[in-house]
């Protein structure tokens, strides 16, 4: 058995690190992961980080922007994708140098010479093909392919991809499991009473945050929260916070919301997040498919009781500290949210959930994927 080698004396490792999905319409928690754990590698003596990405004219918005410098290639996606997945050029090696290794953070495999770890969030996209575009489905399925091909390590950030991957025909040996982490803090009353007034929040509320595409469900959240409200003396409405993605967006679902009230936030910046999960009496995510779910983990931070679905992977975000619903079934969905405004299983929820949240941390996540580059040089 090969023994351990002490990080202090271990040789640094020069990882080319891509960063591409930070440019996306849609950045969304891939870019949250890459960057977090990119933060930590930039400070950790055991690796030189470098990071990569397209040209772009504009720098990311600013929850997604990196704070250290990115070398760019003399492509951007969509170029850039079709050209890694397609001609393996061109090569990062070309703006970094000699590296050991290259991470690529997306299913989209950079190219390069070097062994390469690419992190896969999900395989949503070979579940339910339709809830995507023509071309989205064929990139991101040339780009699993080579992943097959190509990857010695790929990293899933919860169980459920990892079995995905398995069932897509990869070997075991080369998947290793690596969950998210979470950062946010805890927000202070004032910080709360401030959103309230700056986002004309009503007192009280069931909050949705996350990209708006089809397989976050909302359409069946809307029904739900209307079975709740027949069964309230007061009408709660529904907070949405979430960038358009894709899929019926506001006035579509709005038309189906009857006497529902919705308040649209669309996408609300990082300072703000925090206070607004806060602010809401349950946070409700009943998505169809998640690579992970980052939303359940940062509304447990705030003690605000979760919602969320069972039998995927924000089932094990959740940790048991959730209330859990079929988010296929609208009635199983009322039930859920009914159970979490409850105040007696409210105040439990906020407790266990707290605990679960402080489970999951950036820096584990970071030492796994360093773990990951020792094994391959």
Not at 70 to 82: C, D, E, G, K, M
Not at 143 to 168: G, I, K, N, P, Y
Request: proline residues 7%.
């Amino acid at each position: 058995m090969r023994p351990e080698i002490a990080p202090e004396i271990a040789p640094v490792i020069r990882v080319a690190y891509t960063l591409e999905q930070c440019w996306h319409e849609v950045p969304g928690g891939t870019a949250v992961a890459a960057l977090r754990v990119a933060e930590r590698l930039a400070r950790d003596p055991q690796v030189e980080l470098l990071p990569v990405a397209g040209r772009h004219r504009h720098l990311p918005v600013a929850p997604y922007r990196p704070g250290f410098t990115v070398s760019t290639l003399p492509l951007a996606r969509p170029w850039l994708y079709q050209t890694w997945l397609r001609a393996n050029w061109p090569k990062v090696e070309a703006v970094t140098g000699e590296i050991d290794l290259c991470h690529s953070t997306t299913i989209i495999p950079a190219a390069t010479d070097a062994p390469q770890v690419v992190t896969v969030h999900d395989l949503a996209f070979v579940r339910w093909p339709e809830r995507f575009t023509r071309h989205g489905v064929a990139t991101m399925t040339r780009a699993l392919a080579r992943v097959h091909r190509r990857a010695d390590l790929v990293l899933c950030s919860s169980e459920h991809t990892l079995d995905d991957l398995l069932a897509a025909g990869f070997g075991r040996d080369r998947l290793r499991h690596v969950p998210l982490g979470v950062d946010r803090s805890v927000a202070t009353a004032a910080e709360v009473a401030a959103v309230r007034t700056r986002r004309g929040l009503p007192e009280r509320f069931v909050l949705f945050l996350g990209t708006l595409e089809p397989r976050k469900n909302l359409p069946r959240l809307i029904a739900a929260m209307r079975l709740v409200n027949k069964d309230f003396e007061e009408s709660l409405p529904l907070v949405v916070v979430g960038a358009s993605g894709w899929g019926p967006q506001g006035a579509v679902l709005e038309a189906e919301a009857g006497d529902l009230e919705i308040l649209w936030l669309g996408f609300v910046e990082d300072e703000d997040l925090d206070a607004l999960y806060a602010a809401a009496l349950v946070m409700a995510y009943p998505s169809e498919w998640e690579g992970f779910g980052l939303p359940v983990a940062e509304a447990m931070v705030q003690g605000t009781p979760v919602v969320t679905s069972r039998g995927t992977s924000t089932e094990e975000v959740a940790g048991g500290a959730a209330v859990l619903v079929d988010p296929f079934d609208v009635a199983d969905i009322a039930r859920g949210l009914h159970e979490a405004l409850a105040p007696d299983r409210a105040s439990e929820l906020a407790r266990s959930g707290q605990l679960r949240a402080r489970q999951l941390t950036w820096e584990a996540t970071t030492q796994a994927t360093i773990a990951a580059y020792r094994e391959l040089v």
